[in-house]
């Protein structure tokens, strides 16, 4: 298997980008639900190490995490974002929920409906059926070419969630579509995709995320 994704590697020839030092630090979970997924350099106030790029020079400077905490507080839903870069994913991304990135290659977390949850008025615990769906993690360049996909659940738990890496592993939550249900938390080797069940949550968890100070 390790082969056969040295394999897909050699294909991945990423195009020269001048955020990329930065791209390789960043590490988010965002939601989208478009089915047209495109990569937004969009957490620039998330980055502990930025490249100012002009005409005349080069300046690199570090946001201190106090700073970055301050600027993130300030956001809302009339926060105006500017787009770095994109790039069209030639592949079907469903309903997309985390992305991280480990030495250039991307990894997204996402969730395929097969059968939508439909409401419960009388049940005493749940407030939807659990609906049937798949979930996927999928690797792709900087250029946007897939690499492999692979699936991650079981049952009635296939909503993965906001995903994180520790430089080795990605770290991913899957849980049913429904508040108050269960969820399984997998690391995955991002060299092999062999993907490790950590443990299981008796709640919907929507993300994980790596303490770097603690390194757990």
């Known amino acids: 298997m390790i082969d056969d994704i040295r394999d897909d590697y050699r294909h ?3 195009e020269f980008f001048p955020f990329r030092k930065s ?12 089915l047209s997924f495109h990569i937004f350099a969009l957490a620039i106030f998330f980055l502990h190490h930025v490249e ?4 005349q020079s080069t300046e690199r400077f570090t946001i201190p995490d106090s700073e970055i905490s301050d600027r993130f507080m300030l956001l809302n839903r009339s926060s105006h974002w500017e787009p770095v870069s994109s790039e069209l994913l030639p592949f079907r991304t469903y309903h997309t929920q985390g992305m991280t990135n480990v030495n250039g290659t991307w990894f997204l977390s996402t969730v395929e409906i097969i059968d939508r949850t439909t409401p419960l008025y009388d049940d005493p615990h749940y407030d939807r059926t659990p609906g049937q769906g798949r979930g996927h993690l999928i690797l792709f ?11 991650l659940g079981e049952g009635n738990i296939y909503h993965p ?22 969820s399984i938390i997998y690391r995955v080797n991002a060299e092999t995709l062999e993907s490790t069940e950590v443990f299981r949550f008796p709640d919907h968890i929507g993300a994980v995320v790596r303490d770097t100070e603690q390194n757990r």
Do not use: H
Not at 24 to 32: E, K
Not at 168 to 181: A, D, M
């Open 23 to 34: 791209y390789t630090t960043f590490q988010s979970f965002l939601r989208m639900n478009s």
């Open 161 to 182: 969630g906001g995903i994180d890496s520790d430089g080795r592993y990605i770290w991913v939550p899957v849980s049913e579509y429904r508040p108050g249900s269960r």
């Open 12 to 14: 991945c020839i990423p």
């Open 52 to 55: 100012v790029l002009s005409a």
């Open 141 to 151: 360049c900087e250029n946007g070419k897939k690499i492999k996909s692979i699936q």
